[in-house]
């Protein structure tokens, strides 16, 4: 494997000899046994602290295909941060996709809202009363102003609470995909309720 | 929940914008640094996104750990 180093003045000590041994013929080899012995370590502490149950096969799982990303990854580390941080982020990233895959296992995804209204009533802590026109013109820009496959995307994360990952493995795409389509609905709705005459707070921080 | 289903007001990230970047945002958010200004549009994008959400979290609880 042919690796570009980032400039040793970037890297920090620690850093700067993961990516050195990780890159070398002669220490490879160890190497990646310390990185996958880190990387099981983090899986299990996730899993724990996610679950707060044994998964072992779910942890080698994730330190497997996060060890196989880094690999293959790691002519792009620029030492933005510590290479530990980096490469924690690939095997958290398995972990999480991984639980909620298996939290959703045998169940049918809820991809419509068969009362629409009564589940954006159910949501709204305030109640209906005060909510009611600003619901009503909600609920009709879910119905009028979103494709079906906006729609269906929408309902299903932001109503329905189907993780995206879990969406995006059901539906045959990515969740970076099923976001852009989120993104996309969310944008109409708001520009949907502008039109109405309903104008949309900044949020606060 | 009006704000789940509408989503983050202003620019934000991508998924992999986000997943890219997130190791920097964690690093800067746990120095004490300004994250969001480390890192323009992710903090909207965090808000937006709750997988995204969940590994941002995740990774700050994990460096919490190792530092403890």
Redesign the interface.
Known sequence: MTVVLPAPDVLDQESAEWVRTLASPLDSDAAIARLYDLLLRAARFEIHRRRGGFHDDLAYQAADDALTAILAKLDTYRGASRFTTWAYKFVLLEVGVRLRKRAWEGREIPLEGDALETRLRGRTPQGAAEMGEFLTALRDGIRSALTPHQREVLVAITLNDVPIDVLADRLGTTRGALYKTLHDARHKLRAHLAAGGFALEEESE | ?????????GP?L???QC?E????Y??VEMTGGDPDAAVPGM?AHL?????CA??HE??V???R?ERA
């Not at chain 2, 929940?1 to 007001?9: A, C, K, N, S, T």
């Not at chain 2, 808000?47 to 997988?51: D, E, K």
């Open positions: 929940m009006i704000d789940r289903v509408l989503g983050p007001r934000e991508t998924c992999e997943f970047e997130l190791d920097r964690v690093e903090h808000r937006g996104c709750p997988a969940d590994d995740s990774l609880a994990l460096l750990a």
